[in-house]
């Protein structure tokens, strides 16, 4: 008994010594390892849970490229948006009226921090914006244009908003690439923070911040 009074003794202050390090001391040392702490209990306990419930593998994504970019002046962004492109969905009947019912409808950035979760492929709509897996070395996030169901397989295709057509690979996407639906940009640009170290491996073109102009 008395041993285990001990042992709970020095736990305890180990503990409180620990806390004062991790939030408390403002020396180099503290904080080398207050963020090592952070680190361990984002990477080992907060994404775990977070993938568990979202039933997703990347409950979060940054945005790397401009295919979903809609910012213009900023007070008609929308309307300028859509007169560049409105054509492309005329084609596939999708009516201003029926786009401004879309999730996301507005776009977003590259280097964005995008919410997503895991969706049941006939939970998948129409307008939605899936991420999913191809042979490129990232996933990619657009938007849903049509879907079919051929032998009780749901087949999608999408297409990024500010891109001209579709990339072949998203022509015909299976049920088992989809990854996850996006939910919400809740970070604008923080994404850049891991962005910029490999910004300059891509082509010039793809570079740096998005502009108005279509991106395919």
Same mark, same amino acid.
């Given at each position: 008994?008395?041993?285990?009074?001990?042992?709970?003794?020095?736990?305890?202050?180990?503990?409180?010594?620990?806390?004062?390090?991790?939030?408390?001391?403002?020396?180099?040392?503290?904080?080398?390892?207050? +963020? $090592? %702490?952070?680190?361990?209990?984002?990477?080992? =306990?907060?994404?775990? !849970?977070? /993938?568990?419930?979202?039933?997703?593998?990347?409950?979060?994504?940054?945005?790397?490229?401009?295919?979903?970019?809609?910012?213009?002046?900023?007070?008609?962004?929308?309307?300028?948006?859509?007169?560049?492109?409105?054509?492309?969905?005329?084609?596939?009947?999708?009516?201003?009226?029926?786009?401004?019912?879309?999730?996301?409808?507005?776009?977003?950035?590259?280097?964005?921090?995008?919410?997503?979760?895991?969706?049941?492929?006939?939970?998948?709509?129409?307008?939605?914006? +899936? $991420? %999913?897996?191809?042979?490129?070395?990232?996933? =990619?996030?657009?938007? !849903?244009? /049509?879907?079919?169901?051929?032998?009780?397989?749901?087949?999608?295709?999408?297409?990024?908003?500010?891109?001209?057509?579709?990339?072949?690979?998203?022509?015909?996407?299976?049920?088992?690439?989809?990854?996850?639906?996006?939910?919400?940009?809740?970070?604008?640009?923080?994404?850049?923070?891991?962005?910029?170290?490999?910004?300059?491996?891509?082509?010039?073109?793809?570079?740096?911040?998005?502009?108005?102009?279509?991106?395919?």
């Amino acid at each position: 008994m008395e041993t285990k009074r001990k042992s709970d003794k020095k736990f305890k202050n180990f503990m409180k010594k620990f806390w004062n390090i991790v939030w408390k001391d403002n020396s180099v040392k503290g904080w080398i390892i207050s +963020i $090592i %702490f952070i680190i361990l209990v984002l990477e080992l =306990i907060f994404f775990p !849970v977070l /993938k568990l419930t979202l039933g997703t593998k990347i409950p979060l994504v940054i945005v790397e490229s401009c295919s979903m970019y809609h910012q213009g002046d900023p007070f008609s962004q929308f309307d300028n948006w859509w007169e560049g492109h409105d054509m492309k969905y005329f084609i596939m009947k999708i009516s201003k009226n029926v786009w401004q019912t879309f999730p996301l409808k507005n776009g977003f950035n590259k280097g964005d921090i995008i919410f997503v979760r895991g969706e049941k492929p006939n939970k998948i709509k129409v307008g939605d914006v +899936i $991420i %999913f897996k191809t042979n490129y070395p990232s996933p =990619i996030i657009h938007r !849903v244009i /049509k879907i079919k169901k051929v032998n009780g397989t749901y087949i999608f295709q999408t297409m990024g908003d500010n891109n001209n057509g579709q990339l072949n690979i998203e022509k015909t996407i299976y049920q088992n690439q989809i990854l996850g639906v996006a939910k919400a940009d809740i970070i604008p640009y923080l994404g850049w923070i891991k962005l910029i170290f490999f910004d300059h491996l891509n082509p010039v073109e793809e570079r740096g911040l998005c502009s108005q102009t279509p991106s395919k």
